[in-house]
């Protein structure tokens, strides 16, 4: 993992050293949004996604090509059901996330200004918390760490970038030996963020 981590680094400074006029700069991002979570049914538990919300924080290297990571609180909320007894309940889960991601401007107008972009990549995950409830679920339960695969689309309106992310864990959130138990986490993220630019456009510096 420290391996990754470190390659990721060297290219951030290799990608943000290049291409120093183009014309989306490398910014810092502070983004916040909803999202809605579930597990995939089974031998024990069924699941229904719950709204959940996340906030973070991720640096953007420039060019029309580049790579994003960052640091996001998540918060999910799905509403699980003991099929045993039938007992059902929200179990809120919370999560700290470190997305990696590479990602491509596509589509620009109003003078470049404006872009859509997509992005794929993963996010390191570790869990935080398990809320109290009825269904037996604990913090105990579950695995701490897990890799999560992150697929999305977003624009670029000024300073402002909206993104449509879709997540899966691919780490198992448990799995109870002797059973087809292999529960993952699949969710949806709606997000709202700023950017604050480290570089002027070049049409703006030479104004």
Not at 61 to 72: P, S, V, W
Not at 124 to 145: A, H, P, Q, Y
Request: aromatic content about 10%; some cysteine; proline content about 3%.
């Amino acid at each position: 993992m420290k391996q990754i981590l470190t390659s990721v680094l060297v290219l951030l400074v290799i990608s943000s050293s290049k291409g120093q006029n183009d014309v989306m700069p490398a910014c810092i991002m502070a983004n916040a949004g909803v999202n809605l979570t579930d597990l995939n049914r089974n031998y024990f538990y069924s699941s229904n996604a719950q709204p959940g919300y996340q906030i973070g924080g991720n640096f953007r290297t420039n060019g029309d090509i580049f790579l994003m990571a960052g640091i996001q609180f998540e918060q999910i909320n799905p509403k699980m059901t003991y099929l045993t007894t039938n007992s059902t309940d929200k179990v809120s889960m919370s999560y700290l996330q470190v997305p990696v991601l590479a990602g491509a401007h596509i589509v620009k107008w109003n003078e470049k200004q404006n872009t859509f972009h997509a992005t794929l990549g993963g996010s390191f995950t570790t869990l935080l918390d398990v809320s109290e409830n009825n269904v037996g679920i604990s913090k105990d339960d579950l695995r701490t760490f897990g890799f999560t695969v992150k697929a999305g689309l977003g624009v670029d309106i000024w300073k402002l970038i909206i993104d449509l992310n879709y997540n899966l864990l691919i780490t198992k959130v448990y799995d109870t030996p002797g059973y087809n138990n292999k529960a993952k986490l699949m969710s949806w993220e709606l997000m709202l963020g700023y950017k604050f630019p480290l570089k002027k456009h070049e049409q703006q510096d030479a104004d």
